[in-house]
């Protein structure tokens, strides 16, 4: 485990997306507004090296915007040692 823990991962967030054409691309300016494909109270998901690993929603921590994980994708629940026995 001790190898694993130098190992640098990306983390990113991923908002949404939309599509338009070229055209209104080439008009946006600095105050354009692009709506995404989600809810404001939706949540969003967390990659790691580009691959989904959670669901997550944004919180604020004073002035920085964090991310508070809601499920992890692909995770077993942990087995209670008392009931495994």
């Known amino acids: ?11 990113a967030v991923g908002l949404g997306h939309t599509h ?18 989600i809810d404001a109270d939706q949540d ?8 989904p690993v959670a669901d997550v929603q944004v919180v604020l921590k004073g002035e920085m915007i964090a991310v ?3 499920h992890i994708h692909g995770r077993l629940h942990k087995e209670d040692p008392a009931e495994a026995a």
């Open 1 to 11: 485990m001790a190898t694993l823990a130098v190992i640098d991962v990306n983390l």
């Open 20 to 37: 338009m054409p070229v055209h209104q691309l080439l008009r946006i300016d600095r105050s354009a507004v692009i709506a995404l494909n």
């Open 44 to 51: 969003l998901t967390l990659f790691a090296n580009g691959m």
């Open 68 to 70: 508070e994980i809601i």
